[in-house]
């Protein structure tokens, strides 16, 4: 047991779909999370974590990011909703939007491995 909640094969499919569907900002981030695999932190993208599938995850720094593009417009309690959950597991969310990949992205990347190194010392 790695004290995860099981996932359902639904959540898991719908992972899976969110994965096909990246708008543009979610794939460019994805590129350059895989490209700096290096690191000491794994990212896992579209992954499901109770009810609620989160668009970035890093499982040791118990860090989410979520790209805040038109699927969250007007889903704004939702969003707070997921917040909650996520926040008695432990885990803390970033909210950013779209517009992260376009100018500065290299420097969003390093920042965010940067906030997952910090995280994982606070938890340690």
């Not at 995860?4 to 900002?25: F, V």
């Not at 889903?75 to 707070?80: F, G, H, I, Y």
């Not at 803390?92 to 290299?106: C, F, H, L, W, Y």
Request: charged share 35%.
């Amino acid at each position: 047991m790695d004290g995860r909640p099981k996932q359902s094969d639904h959540q898991t499919r719908r992972a899976r779909l969110l994965r096909q569907e990246a708008i543009r900002a979610e794939k460019r981030l994805w590129y350059l999370f895989k490209a700096g695999n290096k690191s000491d932190f794994k990212i896992r993208r579209q992954h499901p974590i109770g009810p609620f599938i989160v668009d970035f995850f890093c499982f040791s720094a118990k860090l989410a990011l979520e790209i805040d593009g038109w699927s969250h417009v007007g889903c704004e309690a939702q969003d707070a909703a997921r917040d909650a959950y996520l926040s008695k597991m432990g885990i803390k969310t970033i909210r950013v939007g779209p517009s992260v990949a376009d100018e500065g992205i290299n420097e969003f990347v390093e920042w965010f491995r940067e906030e997952c190194r910090k995280r994982a010392k606070e938890l340690a």
